[in-house]
């Protein structure tokens, strides 16, 4: 989910379990969403998109799934291993001049 | 390969102080972001260039300058003016404004720190 505050939304989940990382986003006009991770003092990495078109996309080891009508994104990340220890955070792109992105969530991966 | 470069990685400036922030791509990208995170916090843009010699303020570019003399390059400049400089700030670049084909990629990181 989306942060309030200086404090981060954490998930922590066993290794080898699916992780689920929520978004709410705020424009209904987005039509282009992202999802980055970004690990301790690194720059944010793609990981996935989506259009507003689809209501679903995967890739290896990730899914994203958007409702339109609640305005929800979410990631799945099936068996997550300790790598995916990161902060992942979504973005929309409400207008062509810039995207918009989410506090982020931070995921920890217990052994 | 290419991608975008970030310099210095950590920065210390004194109070009163202007530091420049380098940001240098080869990917060929026409537009070009600065973004500040501070702890706990998502990215907020500071300026961007959609092409070169042309740029706009973002939702906090007070006491930020930049300049895009060079399509390639995007240096922010933190002035004294800016009170609470003391942040990550992440350079950015996309094939066309708005998206791109993978939407941004970002650079690694400076690290600004006031002492």
């Known amino acids: 989910g989306e942060s309030v505050g200086l404090h981060l939304p954490t998930l922590s989940v066993q290794e080898g379990d699916n992780s689920i990382i929520n978004c709410a986003y705020s424009?209904?006009?987005?039509?282009?969403f992202i999802w980055y991770k970004q690990e301790s003092g690194k720059g944010p990495q793609f990981i996935i998109d989506i259009r507003s078109n689809m209501d679903k996309r995967q890739g290896q080891r990730v899914t994203v799934l958007l409702n339109k009508t609640v305005k929800h994104l979410s990631l799945q990340i099936a068996a997550t291993q300790p790598g995916d220890s990161a902060v992942y955070f979504c973005?929309?792109?409400?207008?062509?001049?810039?995207?918009?992105f989410g506090a982020g969530t931070r995921l920890t991966v217990k052994p | 390969d290419g991608g975008i470069t970030q310099s210095p990685k950590y920065l210390f400036r004194k109070e009163g102080q202007n530091v420049t922030l380098s940001c240098e791509q080869n990917l060929n990208h026409d537009a070009m972001y600065w973004y500040r995170q501070d702890p706990g916090q998502g990215l907020r843009l500071i300026y961007y260039s959609q092409i070169v010699n042309d740029f706009q303020k973002g939702d906090i570019a007070e006491g930020y300058s930049v300049s895009r003399e060079k399509k390639e390059s995007f240096p922010l400049t933190v002035t004294s003016a800016q009170k609470n400089p003391t942040a990550f700030y992440l350079c950015a670049s996309s094939a066309s404004s708005g998206r791109g084909i993978k939407g941004y990629t970002f650079g690694s990181g400076t690290r600004l720190t006031v002492v």
């Open positions: 424009n209904s006009a987005s039509d282009y």
């Open positions: 973005a929309e792109t409400p207008n062509n001049n810039d995207m918009r």
